[in-house]
């Protein structure tokens, strides 16, 4: 799972999950002329709010987050997960409604026992948590401020120019290695073999710039984004994620060549947006 992947919107159903989450240890019920030590049940002491509200807001929640972190969607009975979480959401936040107009439920027609019985802080703030969640799951596809990317893509390192070689040292090849009799006192020069002559140590050719001004450079998506073969097939190869970089290799027109961590390689078609790293 991709946690860079998320969305502000689902930052946003996040926080009321833990929001709801915090509200079910709240009273259930607000009783007229109750004490302060009076023992008034949270929403776990009744079932169906257990079940229609906390649980069902809360699993809807990490249904929405769980399939925008996967990379590839997941279905169940044809739906996918993430339309199984929005329906949850909704349904956990029309059961907060019902039970906020209507606490007491069977108890209306006892006798008047329901008179004082109103919906406790829990109920209320169980309300405003289903309704805020069912507000950010439906709204995120929807809306671009919401589509934004939840955590900031790290600064990759630069790449390195075509052809560019790494710094001497140990092992690299370009480096000057003293080998077996070498004359000593010469600072600087190569070992050479026992009786030969002193050689110009060998530099490395530096390989020849590729064609054209395009240099690769990293990039990130705005929002998810397929990645389509080079082959012009209309099927995605890939989904190029928010908050993750991708190295562009080429430029064909107004699209980009991507090129993915696996090594997978495809074209951006729309590269509206992109963060240059």
Do not use: H
């Amino acid at each position: 799972m991709n946690i860079r992947s998320l969305t502000r919107g689902d930052g946003v159903v996040i926080g009321a999950a833990v929001l709801l989450f915090i509200a079910s240890f709240l009273d259930i019920y607000s009783i007229d002329g109750a004490s302060d030590s009076a023992d008034i049940p949270s929403l776990w002491g009744s079932g169906p709010v257990v079940l229609g509200v906390v649980l069902a807001g809360i699993i809807g929640a990490a249904l929405v987050v769980v399939a925008r972190g996967l990379p590839q969607p997941r279905k169940v009975a044809g739906l996918d997960l993430g339309q199984f979480g929005v329906t949850f959401t909704v349904f956990a936040a029309w059961c907060a409604l019902g039970n906020v107009f209507d606490p007491a439920g069977a108890f209306d027609n006892d006798g008047g026992f329901s008179d004082g019985l109103g919906a406790g802080t829990g109920l209320i703030l169980a309300l405003v948590a289903t309704l805020i969640m069912a507000a950010a799951a439906v709204a995120t596809p929807l809306v671009p401020a919401l589509k934004g990317a939840l955590l900031p893509a790290p600064r990759p390192a630069a790449p390195q120019p075509y052809g560019a070689q790494p710094q001497g040292g140990y092992g690299y090849p370009g480096a000057q290695q003293p080998s077996y009799g070498g004359q000593p006192g010469q600072p600087g020069q190569p070992g050479q073999p026992y009786g030969g002559q002193p050689q110009q140590a060998q530099q490395p050719q530096p390989q020849a710039q590729p064609a054209g001004d395009f240099s690769p450079f990293w990039f990130a998506v705005p929002v998810p984004r397929p990645l389509f073969g080079e082959d012009g097939s209309p099927t995605p190869i890939a989904e190029l994620a928010p908050g993750t970089w991708y190295l562009a290799v080429e430029q064909r027109g107004s699209a980009l060549v991507a090129q993915t961590q696996d090594g997978r390689r495809g074209v951006l078609q729309d590269t509206s947006g992109i963060q240059r790293g």
